[in-house]
């Protein structure tokens, strides 16, 4: 498998290089050459692998310049029961009204993004050894990013990372997991300024080619295509929990709503869908920043600026700049390399672009349905699920949840991602319950830690500046 640029502007690479590269060279996002597809038989033959043999066999087809012996030790390494806290790794949690929840928070840092960067960690590391490297990861978080990142690349050697988010917008449970960490290699940047500003200053530094080769920038966010294949292993998973076995006939649908900011957890299911999985629908749910809700509503996509990015209570999700959907409109266009750059440079001069000529085909074509939530809502949605299973869950999961309840069907089973456990949300959890969210043992008394963290301005120059100082030699 080799990859491709959605702007048509980079040669066919292999996945390692795409891998440390991050961003590809033309400014566009690095997408496989082709759509493997899975056949019915292979599906009903995953259902009892362990999670780790399931992320073997789904990944071998996307990390194809990995030895097999090699892929199916470092699946092994990344999704072992003591990271994850059992053999199931994604458990699944019963809702009311023919909803279950896909358990993505049972990691290290309590939040789906571990499902990826554990694995990511490990990848860096084997591909870094081999080529006698080093690499600087430069990344940004809306919250939950960051942690993700910082925990699977402690201590890995060749690795330091550069993590940006915006100052005073994330929970102090988040700040507590990535600040208080003390490793040499791992750097807080508190930019001051939204997510979005810190997401530009990425694509900035990484778009800057003589920069980003001289000091081997490489990034964990979802513009890193590991991140999403790794994300597509676990849509598979969540079918095979969620259906029984097919006697010879069709086989069973689900249908997966999301949580969506940045587009990456959900584009996993899109490929995942592309593949052959039988996802029925893809459930697109938004906070107040419903740029992408508003997209697959109207066509329209309409980026908001850092002024217009409102802030909430499901922060990880305040985002106006959705880095991933750049990838699904390359497959919307047919996988036409020149029409999305045409895009992209309209978008950079205009502010937007009108795709509603092709809306017919959101759901038909691609199952994506949308739909918006409010702060009421979430408080609403967290106690209705509280008073209905016992369960609590975090405001991004709410959000979920109450997007998904009018795209239920009877016969499949509608499978909520689960963003985040509720103690990284405490706050809101305590006005919606009027009682402390739970928190597991291991990180009580956090936000006491001392904390390392860098607080600078919004500005390109002066991360480059940091990252030249600081940089893995």
């Not at 700049?321 to 045409?342: C, H, I, Q």
Request: proline share 5%.
């Amino acid at each position: 498998m080799r990859y491709l640029s959605t702007r048509g502007g980079m040669a066919p690479q292999p996945f390692t290089d795409v891998l440390l590269e991050g961003l590809a060279p033309d400014g566009g996002l690095a997408v496989p050459e082709s759509i493997p597809q899975i056949s019915a038989e292979q599906l009903e033959s995953w259902r009892d692998l362990s999670y780790a043999d399931l992320a073997f066999e789904v990944l071998q087809h996307f990390l194809t310049d990995i030895p097999a012996d090699d892929l199916r030790t470092l699946t092994h390494a990344a999704y072992r029961p003591e990271v994850f806290g059992s053999d199931v790794i994604v458990p699944l949690k019963p809702l009311a009204g023919g909803m279950s929840l896909l358990g993505l928070s049972e990691g290290p840092t309590l939040a789906f993004k571990d499902m990826a960067m554990q694995l990511l960690g490990h990848l860096f590391e084997y591909t870094l050894s081999r080529r006698h490297s080093t690499l600087n990861i430069l990344g940004a978080t809306s919250g939950d990013t960051g942690s993700a990142a910082e925990y699977a690349m402690r201590g890995k050697k060749g690795v330091s990372v550069f993590m940006l988010s915006p100052q005073g917008r994330m929970s102090a449970f988040q700040r507590a997991q990535m600040y208080s960490l003390q490793d040499e290699n791992i750097h807080n940047i508190a930019v001051q300024g939204v997510f979005d500003d810190c997401q530009d200053i990425v694509k900035a530094v990484s778009g800057d080619l003589s920069f980003k080769i001289e000091h081997r920038i490489g990034a964990v966010n979802s513009i890193n295509w590991a991140r999403i294949a790794a994300q597509v292993v676990y849509y598979f998973h969540g079918w095979r929990i969620a259906t029984q076995p097919s006697t010879g006939g069709e086989l069973p649908q689900v249908s997966f709503a999301v949580p969506s900011g940045n587009f990456g957890n959900i584009l996993a299911g899109h490929f995942a869908r592309s593949m052959g999985l039988p996802i029925r629908r893809l459930v697109l749910a938004t906070n107040e920043n419903n740029v992408l809700e508003e997209f697959f509503r109207t066509g329209i996509y309409r980026p908001r600026a850092s002024a217009e990015t409102h802030q909430t209570s499901s922060p990880s999700m305040d985002i106006s700049k959705a880095s991933n959907f750049e990838r699904f409109v390359y497959d919307l266009m047919g996988r036409d390399a020149a029409k999305v750059k045409a895009l992209w440079e309209q978008l950079a001069t205009e502010g937007s672009f009108d795709l509603s000529l092709y809306k017919p085909e959101f759901e038909t074509r691609f199952g994506f349905v949308s739909g918006a939530s409010t702060h009421a809502d979430r408080l609403a949605t967290i106690r209705q699920v509280k008073a209905e299973t016992g369960l609590v869950i975090d405001p991004h999961t709410a959000d979920g949840v109450k997007v998904a309840r009018p795209f239920v069907e009877s016969g499949i089973p509608m499978l909520v991602l689960e963003t985040a456990l509720p103690i990284k949300f405490g706050e809101t959890i305590e006005e919606a319950l009027g009682e402390l969210a739970p928190r597991p043992p291991a990180f009580e008394g956090i936000e006491a830690l001392p904390q390392r963290v860098q607080i600078l301005d919004a500005d390109v120059q002066t991360i480059k500046d940091y990252i030249v100082k600081h940089g893995a030699a």
